[in-house]
């Protein structure tokens, strides 16, 4: 089947194609925009809102027209931040099922694009069809590129339902086989959440969801690089599993003994850091670059107490554990004692899925959505994926004020990641709680913007971690 019978390609800016498309959006998306989860900049006046690329996609022999799937990549200015990038995936109608009435982008009644109302596509089951319809075809559409894994096989007709998960992007299930992942926010590049669940399941490993389809913008706009952006991952669903998040929760209301599972899951992280490392480049680093690292943990302590004020008693003393990295890189000068691998980035809790046979996989590769991506595909020492599950059983025990949980659970999983790894996380005094500072202040940061009412959790850790004694 040719491309042409999915859609009609609009040029560039995709103004031809959806005349008046940008003079409706533009309203709607001022109000709706920073209402989601997933844009960066709140908090910020936004500016202008530029559409970089629109591409509708129609079902062959369908009927061309507004009852499409829009595809739309637009950047918006914010002062104080370069401009993002974001994907939307339009329907429209002329009068909204009720069942769509909460994914309108604006009043539900009189659209303004034409009379018709812009609603968020992955909620419309009919859509999210078409989406995956497009996805078993590999090939391109204007600026999209859609691709299949060889011998990925996933049948037609599974019916779709937008995930409820709180979440960074916005995930699809059809027919709790397969979870379409939408990034939002994109840049130029291979999102690592692709590249590296592609990775390790090309390589056997047994603990990631296998991507079995993906599709990718190029770059062709004169913003980009050249390098594609990913725009949405297809990966293998894990009915029946439940994140170690629900769990450690489960488990700290009852004081109970989760150390069986978290020490499952150190060996289950040990094993993707050597699927990983095997697959991808490794380095050493030498004394400069582990300055350098010091320096981007100072830079974001810095920015975080200029934007969150309850970090400021904290930031002074809890500049030490940076001190003490650079002190690590200036005493092993060029020799270069720390290995830097390809890791997940962002590990924690929630993303560990348990299935029902009890096994462990790691979910969400994308690394610290607040990152850009250039960063996030960087070669990072592998405990500071320790050190994010660590904070993880830190906050769960929060819940209850268990702090003893906590300290429990930390031990059984660095116990677990030694038996596969071979050493302990620990043995790394000084780079463990750099990062460990490092995360409590990215989730302060992240507290802050997104949920106030979690502030504490990190508050009190980066009060722990000040005071803490020095490992000199
Ligand atoms: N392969 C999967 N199988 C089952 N559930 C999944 C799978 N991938 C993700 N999920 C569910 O979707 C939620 C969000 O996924 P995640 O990749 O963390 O998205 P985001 O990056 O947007 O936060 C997870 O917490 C989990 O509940
Ligand atoms: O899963 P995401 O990629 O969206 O990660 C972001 O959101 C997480 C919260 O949903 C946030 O994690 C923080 O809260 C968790 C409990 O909800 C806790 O288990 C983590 O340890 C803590 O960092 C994550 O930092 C953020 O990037």
């Known amino acids: ?153 996933f049948p037609p007709g599974l019916t779709p339902r937008v995930s409820t998960a709180e979440q960074s992007n916005t995930s699809v299930v059809y027919g709790d086989a397969f979870i379409l992942k939408l990034f939002r926010r994109v840049s130029p590049g291979a999102n690592p959440d692709l ?114 004020p309850a970090v400021r008693p904290y930031a002074a003393a809890l500049r030490a554990a940076y001190d003490d990295l650079a002190k690590l890189g200036a005493s092993t000068g060029a020799r270069g004692t720390v290995t830097a691998q390809r890791i997940h980035g962002d590990l924690h809790l929630g993303q560990a899925l348990r299935g029902p046979d009890r096994e462990w996989v790691l979910i969400d590769f994308e690394g610290e959505p607040a990152r850009p991506l250039a960063e996030r595909r960087r070669p990072a020492p592998p405990v500071q994926d320790v050190a994010g599950m660590l904070r993880s059983f830190d906050y769960a025990a929060h819940h209850s004020g268990n702090g003893a949980w906590a300290a429990r659970h930390r031990d059984a999983f660095c116990l677990g990641y030694a038996e596969v790894s071979g050493a302990d996380p620990r043995e790394q005094p000084v780079l463990i709680r750099a990062f460990e500072t490092d995360k409590a202040v990215y989730e302060a940061r992240y ?6 009412a979690w502030l504490p959790i990190p508050l009190s850790a980066l009060a722990r971690l000040a005071t803490a004694v020095p490992s000199r």
């Open 1 to 153: 089947m040719s491309d042409s019978s999915w859609t009609r390609v609009p040029p560039a800016t995709g103004r031809a194609l959806v005349p008046g498309l940008m003079s409706s959006l533009d309203p709607l998306l001022r109000a709706w925009l920073p209402r989601q989860r997933w844009f960066a900049g709140k908090g910020l006046p936004v500016g202008e809102f530029r559409l970089t690329s629109a591409t509708e996609l129609v079902p062959p022999g369908g009927r061309l027209g507004p009852l499409g799937l829009l595809h739309v990549l637009i950047d918006v200015t914010q002062p104080g931040r370069p401009a993002d990038r974001y994907q939307l995936l339009l329907g429209a109608h002329p009068l909204l099922p009720s069942a769509l009435v909460r994914a309108a982008l604006g009043p539900a009644v009189g659209g303004p694009y034409d009379g018709l109302t812009l609603y968020d596509a992955p909620h419309d089951p009919r859509l999210a069809a078409l989406l995956l319809e497009r996805l078993r075809m590999p090939g391109r559409i204007g600026r999209l590129r859609f691709t299949t894994e060889p011998h990925a096989q």
């Open 195 to 308: 590249e590296l669940s592609l990775a390790l399941a090309r390589a056997g490993s047994r603990r990631v969801a296998e991507p079995v389809a993906w599709f990718e913008a190029d770059s062709a706009d004169p913003a980009g690089d050249g390098e594609p952006m990913t725009l949405g991952v297809l990966q293998r669903f894990l009915p029946g599993s439940t994140d170690g998040w629900a769990l450690a929760l489960a488990s700290v209301a009852e004081d109970g003994d989760f150390r069986a599972e978290a020490a499952a899951l150190g060996r289950a992280t040990a094993e993707v850091h050597a699927s990983l490392a095997a697959a991808l480049p490794v380095q050493e680093l030498g004394g400069e670059a582990l300055e350098r690292l010091a320096a981007g943990m100072t830079h974001r302590l810095e920015e975080t107490a200029a934007e969150v």
């Open 447 to 452: 507290e802050a913007r997104h949920r106030p």
